[in-house]
């Protein structure tokens, strides 16, 4: 039986190509290893995949009784319900390290840089194994995304670096070029409900015993998602009251380097313990804010605890 590979719910275009990229190596390296999702890919992703070629992973919602890889995340709330029936052979992430234990030693590659793919590329080096073209690109895709086209502060020199020695295996000449390509594209909200663009990149996290939700929509323009903000708002309101203490929708726009923060909240002063910005309404600018890994989550955590 193939060990799963696997990354987050509602999986955006690293957890996808990093689930793609591990189960090929894991196979290489005499583990036979299938990648699976978690959800369908966004439209961004199905970009990349069909860009490279490469095949969108397997939907699966169980994992009781199999042995599986998490890639892009070690958060319980992010995971299958049954992961606890599960044997977790390793981990590959550029998260902080959540809340998933075993009762076993593991293989674990969490690196502090702005992908997942960026330790992918590095193990792929340190086994002395062949990127494949197709994968090569999908990896470079996943980089540019997840660090905003290297504008996020998540963005490291390793990022970078594996970006150029990827391009020159994918046959990439534009970098950037591809990039504004794919945000263009992750930008279209045309034919889209509001349940599949909150959803788009969303993640749960526990906080201080707390059960808060934050979204994130990165566009080339804010005005683009003017006539949908209404919508987006009474979704993320019902989606709130499936038990959540608040939830955060980001409304990035890549270009001004700063976000919207659409918010529904029992306590909406923790946005300004957050940021030490107070909303207005039911939303708050906050300025050169571009990544919630890094400067979303931890400001929360520390607000929740506070």
Known sequence: MAVLVLGHMNPDTDSIIAAIGVADLMTKRGVAAKAVAQGAPTPESTFVLEKFGLTAPEVVSSVAGQKVILVDTTERAQLPADLGDAEILGVVDHHKLGDVTTPNPLEMWVWPVGCTGTVIKAMYDFYGIEVPKGIAGGLLCAILSDTVMFKSVTCTPQDKKAVEELAKIAGVADVMALGMDMFKVKSAVEGASMKDLVFRD????????????????????????????????????????????????????????????????DDPSKVEAAFGVKPEGTSVWLDGVMSRKKQVVPNFEKAFKG
Not at 203 to 226: A, H, P, R, T, Y
């Open 202 to 265: 969303y993640k749960d996290f526990d906080m201080n015993g707390n059960k808060v939700g934050i979204g994130q929509l990165e566009v080339v323009d804010l005005s683009i998602l003017e006539p949908v903000k209404a919508g987006l708002y009474e979704e993320i309101t019902r989606v709130k009251g499936e038990g959540r203490h608040s939830v955060f929708l980001l409304l990035t726009d890549i270009m001004k380097e700063g976000s919207e923060m659409l918010i529904v909240s």
